[in-house]
């Protein structure tokens, strides 16, 4: 439903340097890259799966958490690190929650930014799963 990569992070006296490469530590060719900034903890943002996608996510402050649902399953990942990047790469139902007040999410994907590619109706998107299995 989902995986984890781990990045490796330079730190000395100044700071903390993450790099992202593709088709290195990001196991695609990036096309667009953007970011959730100044959100709003009382509401979650997602409720939506994505026919054909790929992303990286990468909380690079603060922390939030992720519920993901593949149809079948449902579970949750916390993001609260830049050492770590969240790969959603299949039909999965997404959606996000508790933002600290400091959160900064830096998503990368693999396609530019096309609304038919989203899924934002939840039955729908359990009768694609079942159609798909
Ligand atoms: C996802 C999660 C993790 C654009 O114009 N360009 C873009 O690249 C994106 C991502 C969005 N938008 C517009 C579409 C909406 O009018 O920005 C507005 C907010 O988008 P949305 O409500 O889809 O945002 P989230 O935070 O619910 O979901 C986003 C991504 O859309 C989605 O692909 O997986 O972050």
Redesign the pocket.
Known sequence: MYKIIDFQISSDGRGDLLSLEQTKNVPFEIK?V?C?TRVNPQFP????A?LN?Q?L?VCLAGSCRFVLDDGSDRTEVWLDTANKGLL?KDLVW?E?HNFSDDCV?M?L?NEF?D?AD?IRDYQSFLKICRDQS
Do not use: N, P, S, T
């Open positions: 667009r953007y959730l943002r997602g409720f939506h994505h996608l992303q996510i959603l997404r996000m999410l998503v994907a930014y609304e989203y």
